[in-house]
């Protein structure tokens, strides 16, 4: 079982920072890439930032030059740095990981690579 946690939300004023987390446990084989998503009321999720296990970042324009992803690998670990925040970064945000993980059913052992989610942390920029 693969559990993914967030930690780090909460509320702040415009042009305050903010760290979240993330961690990945359980029966993990390889992790491939991390990243955050966030989902504003009545909008759709999209992706803020992500890091491959080699290491290359994606951002979303509207976070570049504000947010950075950075990864503990021996923890399997994401951060994301938020400063300059906005009011327009208020969203729920979502930690995503995308690996291969074991499972073992009956005796029989079975490798699959999924994507994993965590349950999600509130984020609130005030004007």
């Known amino acids: 079982q693969v559990r993914v946690v967030e930690s780090g939300g909460g509320l702040v004023q415009a042009g305050g920072s903010l760290r979240l987390s993330c961690t990945a446990s359980?029966?993990?084989?390889?992790?491939?890439?991390m990243g955050w998503y966030r989902q504003a009321p009545g909008q759709q999720r999209e992706l803020v930032a992500s890091i491959t296990n080699g290491g290359r970042t994606t951002y979303v324009d509207s976070v570049k030059d504000r947010f950075s992803i950075s990864r503990e690998y021996a923890g399997n670990t994401v951060s994301l740095q938020m400063n300059n925040l906005r009011p327009e970064d208020t969203a729920v945000y979502f930690c995503n990981a995308d690996l291969l993980a074991s499972d073992q059913q009956g005796g029989v052992v079975t490798t699959s690579r999924k994507n994993f989610w965590g349950q999600g942390t509130q984020v609130t920029v005030s004007s």
């Open positions: 359980g029966r993990i084989l390889s992790l491939y890439a």
